[in-house]
C-alpha cells in the first residue's frame, strides 16, 4: 500500500537513480513516468487515499514523513517498510504499526516460503532482457545481496534451492516404455 505521496517520491528517485547511471534526463523521466503508471496499473487497489487529515498527527521528528504514518494507518498495514528508519521511532507511531527495513521485510518475508520466494526469482529472470540484459536467477539474487544487502533474504533462497533440488527424484534418461538396448544397440531384457 501505498499513497500518491510515495508515488512522486519513487519516480524522483527513479529518475534520480536512472541519470546517475548514465541515462540522458528525459529518457530517465520518461521510463520513471513508465514505472509509476506500471505500479498503478498492476497493483490499482494499493494507493491509499482519504490519508489527508491524519498527516501531522503523530509529531515525527521529520514532518515530511507524516503522510507515511497516515496512510499506513487508513490501509491498516502493520508495517511502513523503508531505509528512513531513524525518522519514524517506535514511541510516536501507532500501537501496531512497526518500521521495517527493505532487507528486514525481504528476509521476513522468504524465511515464510523459501522455495516460493526462489519461483518468484525464477520469474523475474525469465522476463528479464526486455530492457537490459538477460539474467539468471543467480544474477538477480547476487544484485538482492550486494546491492540492496539481503543476505538473510538471499541466504534462505540458495538453501531451498539446494535443498529442493536434492528432493527431486532423478529422471531417467530413456523411457521407461521404451525398450532397453546393450552397447551395440541390440534390445536387452
Not at 510516536?92 to 532487507?103: M, N, T
Amino acid at each position: 500500500m501505498w499513497s500518491s505521496v510515495v508515488l512522486e517520491e519513487l519516480e524522483y528517485e527513479q529518475r534520480t537513480k536512472l541519470i546517475e547511471r548514465g541515462n540522458e534526463p528525459d529518457e530517465a523521466s520518461k521510463r520513471a513516468r513508465h514505472l509509476i503508471e506500471q505500479v498503478r496499473q498492476h497493483f490499482d487497489d494499493a494507493e491509499v487515499s482519504g490519508w489527508e487529515g491524519l498527516e501531522g498527527t503523530y509529531g515525527l521528528p521529520d514532518p515530511d514523513d507524516e503522510h507515511l504514518v497516515a496512510a499506513a494507518v487508513v490501509a491498516n498495514a502493520g508495517a511502513i517498510i523503508t531505509l528512513n528508519v531513524r525518522d519514524l521511532p517506535a514511541d510516536r507511531l501507532p500501537h501496531g504499526l512497526q518500521v521495517l527495513s527493505p532487507k528486514e521485510f525481504a528476509g521476513n518475508t522468504v524465511s515464510l516460503d523459501p522455495v516460493r520466494a526462489c519461483i518468484a526469482v525464477a520469474a523475474i529472470a525469465k522476463r528479464s532482457g526486455r530492457i537490459g540484459r538477460i539474467q539468471t536467477e543467480e544474477d538477480i539474487l547476487e544484485i538482492l545481496n550486494r546491492r540492496y544487502g539481503m543476505t538473510s533474504a538471499v541466504g534462505m533462497m540458495r538453501q531451498a534451492a539446494a535443498e529442493t533440488l536434492h528432493l527431486r527424484p532423478p529422471q531417467p534418461r530413456v523411457s521407461e516404455s521404451e525398450p532397453q538396448s546393450n552397447a551395440q544397440g541390440l534390445p536387452t531384457e
